[in-house]
């Protein structure tokens, strides 16, 4: 009850905030969304503009309370951390905040093989074929192969060569594998509970005018894992 009660304050600060930039809202389709009394919806949002207003712009809408898959690294935030957890968000552990910067440079790119020196990709990528990516001029790419400490094969070559902007020698990052068994789990409890989960796909916000390549994992949940959901529904806005 007392977490009820907090949610339903936050959410009014949160909507009062928004009031304050934008004096006027409108909402499209809210005839559409499934009843909350008996169906569990999954709200698909892009483009993903504003990590604080985007969340509050749907749940004002929602007519429901909905659980948005939120970066690990927000919510081990104070203030940010508490507020997403009154909201019921669901912590998510991304690969890129997770990077750490690769000893050595690459002084080599040809198709997809990469060259470095002074490099150690074997300790570095020890966790075996296509587990872990590296990050080239803010690119990454899987590695499927480690052939030594200083050469290695990824799964694509970058997509018209090497980016003007980028000199040799480069310093690179290195980016786990991250499991989401966890997520996955927490967002099947949510469904399987006749819940509702928001995700932004495109995996962060940004300004563009398009869409950044979207992630797969919202399909995932949708089929969410091993028990059929006959009654959960997938709810985009804009453009998905």
Request: hydrophobic share 45%; proline share 6%; with cysteine.
């Given at each position: 009850?007392?977490?009820?009660?907090?949610?339903?304050?936050?959410?009014?600060?949160?909507?009062?905030?928004?009031?304050?930039?934008?004096?006027?809202?409108?909402?499209?389709?809210?005839?559409?969304?499934?009843?909350?009394?008996?169906?569990?919806?999954?709200?698909?949002?892009?483009?993903?503009?504003?990590?604080?207003?985007?969340?509050?712009?749907?749940?004002?809408?929602?007519?429901?309370?909905?659980?948005?898959?939120?970066?690990?690294?927000?919510?081990?935030?104070?203030?940010?951390?508490?507020?997403?957890?009154?909201?019921?968000?669901?912590?998510?552990?991304?690969?890129?905040?997770m990077a750490v910067k690769g000893v050595g440079?690459?002084?080599?790119?040809?198709?997809?093989?990469?060259?470095?020196?002074?490099?150690?990709?074997?300790?570095?990528?020890?966790?075996?074929?296509?587990?872990?990516?590296?990050?080239?001029?803010?690119?990454?790419?899987v590695v499927t192969e480690v052939i030594c400490?200083?050469?290695?094969i990824v799964a694509h070559e970058p997509p018209?060569?090497?980016?003007?902007?980028?000199?040799?020698?480069?310093?690179?990052?290195?980016?786990?594998?991250?499991?989401?068994?966890?997520?996955?789990?927490?967002?099947?409890?949510?469904?399987?509970?006749?819940?509702?989960?928001?995700?932004?796909?495109?995996?962060?916000?940004?300004?563009?005018?398009?869409?950044?390549?979207?992630?797969?994992?919202?399909?995932?949940?949708?089929?969410?894992?091993?028990?059929?959901?006959?009654?959960?529904?997938?709810?985009?806005?804009?453009?998905?």
């Amino acid at each position: 009850m007392l977490l009820a009660v907090g949610r339903w304050i936050v959410l009014r600060l949160l909507s009062l905030c928004l009031a304050i930039f934008f004096r006027e809202t409108a909402a499209f389709g809210e005839d559409r969304l499934p009843d909350a009394r008996t169906s569990s919806v999954i709200f698909v949002c892009a483009p993903h503009a504003n990590q604080f207003m985007d969340p509050v712009m749907v749940m004002r809408h929602a007519g429901r309370p909905v659980g948005f898959l939120t970066a690990a690294v927000s919510m081990r935030r104070l203030v940010v951390g508490t507020l997403a957890r009154l909201l019921n968000s669901i912590p998510v552990e991304r690969a890129q905040d997770m990077a750490v910067k690769g000893v050595g440079t690459v002084v080599s790119v040809s198709g997809s093989r990469i060259v470095g020196e002074g490099t150690r990709f074997v300790a570095d990528f020890p966790q075996g074929r296509d587990a872990m990516s590296i990050v080239l001029d803010g690119e990454a790419y899987v590695v499927t192969e480690v052939i030594c400490d200083t050469e290695l094969i990824v799964a694509h070559e970058p997509p018209g060569g090497l980016p003007n902007s980028l000199s040799l020698p480069a310093t690179y990052k290195i980016l786990p594998k991250v499991d989401q068994a966890v997520v996955y789990e927490a967002v099947y409890n949510v469904l399987h509970a006749g819940g509702a989960v928001g995700i932004f796909p495109e995996g962060g916000s940004h300004d563009r005018t398009t869409l950044l390549p979207l992630k797969a994992g919202f399909t995932i949940m949708a089929l969410v894992k091993r028990n059929p959901l006959p009654n959960a529904t997938s709810t985009g806005k804009n453009r998905m």
